[in-house]
């Protein structure tokens, strides 16, 4: 699982959480049973860190150590191993939800970097939502026009995607409730099954611009943002 633009710093267990006015104690929970990496090089961005997950490589190895557009030559190359192809050798069954945000090529794509089905997925930045009513899309920037994005899907290896709805700043409220929901079928289907699975779940918080679900509105001490990493650590837990 992958936060969004999540600082360091900004969860119970690295010394934020309750003392910063926004509570993580799910998180501090998985922090706790589980097993923390505290030395690490990683950039302040979207794609340098999912390209250097993704390929177990540092980002500027395959070419992604800055934040890529959309249309631009950097792009997740077909020659590039990523987990989900690693994974696929040993019989798992892959599945990515959310962002990804490493290159809308057809080559680049999740479903043809081993992965077999991508759910709530978009390409580009979720800032983009800012244009993405109808109303928006007459003003907004001319960079801005290309990048609004569209929620897509891929149902199988190999296959295209397929365009489910806009992404534009009211759904930006939802699309993580429903990135945990699709996570908790696919786990709840395949939990029981011989063949093993690898599931990557690419969250969209609290990237910019960080309007919560209605009932996270005012949790935290500290507004928007703080309200936005409360409700991502309890996705966490829901997934």
């Known amino acids: 699982m992958l936060a969004d633009n999540l600082g360091y710093g900004d969860i119970g267990a690295y010394g934020a959480g309750e003392i910063r006015g926004m509570p993580t104690p799910n998180l501090d929970q998985l922090a706790t049973e589980g097993l923390r990496f505290t030395q690490f090089l990683v950039e302040p961005g979207c794609t340098p860190s999912r390209a250097g997950l993704m390929t177990v490589r540092y980002s500027i190895r395959s070419g992604l150590s800055k934040i890529i557009l959309r249309g631009t030559a950097n792009t997740l190359k077909a020659e590039e191993v990523t987990l989900a192809e690693v994974f696929k050798t040993q019989g798992y069954r892959t599945a990515y939800m959310g962002k990804w945000h490493l290159g809308s090529a057809e080559e680049s794509q999740p479903q043809n970097q081993g992965f077999d089905e991508w759910r709530f997925g978009f390409f580009g930045t979720t800032e983009a939502t800012?244009?993405?009513d109808s109303m928006a899309r007459t003003k907004a920037p001319e960079k801005w026009q290309a990048l609004i994005p569209q929620i897509i899907e891929a149902d199988h290896a190999g296959g295209p995607v397929k365009p489910v709805r806009a992404y534009d700043l009211e759904y930006r409220r939802f699309i993580d409730r429903d990135i945990a929901d699709a996570a908790t079928d696919f786990i709840t289907t395949h939990a029981g099954s011989k063949t093993p699975f690898f599931l990557f779940l690419g969250w969209t918080r609290p990237h910019?611009?960080?309007d919560a679900a209605p009932d996270f509105?005012?949790?935290?001490?500290?507004?928007?943002y703080g309200d936005s990493v409360m409700?991502?650590?309890?996705?966490?837990?829901s997934a």
């Open 231 to 237: 409700e991502l650590a309890l996705l966490h837990k």
């Open 130 to 132: 800012l244009y993405g």
């Open 217 to 224: 509105h005012g949790k935290s001490r500290i507004g928007p």
């Open 208 to 210: 910019y611009p960080n």
